[in-house]
Every structure is written in C-alpha cells, then in structure tokens.
C-alpha cells in the first residue's frame, strides 16, 4: 500500500528502520538443533513445523523492512535530484546542496579532505605564522651579527685618525689625503647592520583566511535552513 509523507517524515522513518533491522537482525534465530528421533527444537523447544514457520516469518519480516528501507532511499534520492534550492552559490538540486554540506562539513565520501575551504583557511593562517617567525629569527641573528661588526670598525676608525694626525705633522698634502681616507673608514664605522626584513604579504592572507572561513559558515547555515525547509515541504509517495 502506498503512502504519502514528506521527506522530513521519510528520512525519520528511514533512521527508524536503520535501528529496527539491525535490532531484529542481531535477535534473529533462524537455525536451531534437534534430535533425530526428537520432536522438539533444544534451544527453542518448538515443533519443527513451528520453528521452520518462526524462522521463515523472522527473515522475511527482516527483508520487507530492507525493501521499505530502500524504497523509501530511492525515493528521497529521486526527489533530491529534482527538486532545486535557490542559494548564494546559485541555483541547485537538494541533491546537490546536500553533497555541497557534505564536503564542507568534512563528511562526504572523502571526509576531512574534501573540506578544501577549511584546509586553505588554516594554509593561509599557517604561512602568515610561519614567515614571523622566520622573519623574528633572522633579523635576530643579523643584529647579533652586526653589533661586533660595528664595534671593531669604530676601533680601526680610531686608529686611522691617529695614524693620519702624525702624517700630517710630515707632510701637509699627504696628512690632508690620508685624512680623507680615514674619514671614509669612519663613515663605514657607524654602519647599522642590514636593513630588517618584513613580511612581504601582498594578498593579505590574514584577512583571506578570516573571509574563508567566515564565507564557509554562512553557506552551511544557509544549506541547512534551505535543506530542511524544502524536506519539510516537499512530499513523496512509497
């Protein structure tokens, strides 16, 4: 006999059904032991006409529940596929929708690794993070570099001078030369290391993965209102 509900009514049936054959499945005893010449089953204690009705009746009540379980799949699958959602990606089937949250959520058929907006949001993250520290690092390293550097230039600049104040007392023009030369030395001395390198982010991967992730929220909320509201009003026979 045919019946008609809505699709919210067919898939609490169907989760129904999942508990109630796996239920009967596990209680089912279908086969028991007997006697040659004994009338009786030993464990259910049932004529063998009885026991074969029993086990008969148990597997086939089994079955017909499998069959409704399918056709009522079958039949939430065909409505699914043309029955269409208007949303921000565009317009598509419940079907569609349904897969869409799916891989979103990290449950479709390839789990977590389908959720590519979620795994480019933490990339994005991770990047940003990753270069700080990188930069912190090497900028360290550089002022430590740098510092003794700077200090045995200013020793040499000293020396130059002295050495080019006694030139001098010799020769004017060649104290004069000299002078200039150490004058050169002593603009070197007061070197302040390399410039410090800065994070170089032109796509602004911080503000990409927030919008990401912010993006992807919404679309799942929006999924699961229209989802539910299409199986709430949307009906099908079985």
Do not use: H, W
Request: proline residues 3%.
């Amino acid at each position: 006999m045919e019946s008609r509900m809505t699709i919210v009514q067919a898939l609490d049936e169907r989760e129904l059904l999942v508990k109630k054959i796996g239920d009967k499945i596990q209680k089912a005893q279908l086969v028991d032991l007997i006697r040659p010449k004994a009338a009786l089953t030993v464990e259910k204690r049932l004529a063998r006409g009885e026991f074969e009705a029993q086990a008969q009746g148990a597997l086939q009540q089994i079955l017909d529940l499998i069959d409704r379980y399918d056709k009522l799949n079958a039949a939430v699958s065909q409505s699914n596929a043309v029955t269409f959602l208007e949303t921000s990606r565009g317009k598509m089937s419940v079907g569609a929708a349904i897969a869409l949250r799916g891989r979103l959520r990290g449950s479709g058929p390839y789990g977590e690794l389908s959720d590519f907006e979620g795994k480019l949001s933490r990339k994005l993250e991770e990047c940003y993070r990753a270069m700080c520290e990188q930069a912190r690092k090497k900028n360290e390293a550089a002022r430590r570099a740098s510092a003794p550097l700077c200090r045995g230039k200013a020793v040499g600049k000293t020396a130059l001078l002295v050495n080019a104040d006694s030139e001098a007392l010799r020769s004017t023009k060649l104290g004069e030369e000299r002078s200039g030369a150490a004058a050169g030395t002593a603009g070197q001395g007061i070197s302040k290391g390399p410039e410090p390198l800065r994070i170089f982010d032109p796509l602004n991967v911080r503000k990409r993965a927030e919008t990401l992730e912010e993006e992807r929220e919404a679309l799942l909320l929006e999924l699961d209102a229209k989802i539910k509201m299409s199986n709430a009003t949307t009906f099908i026979t079985v």
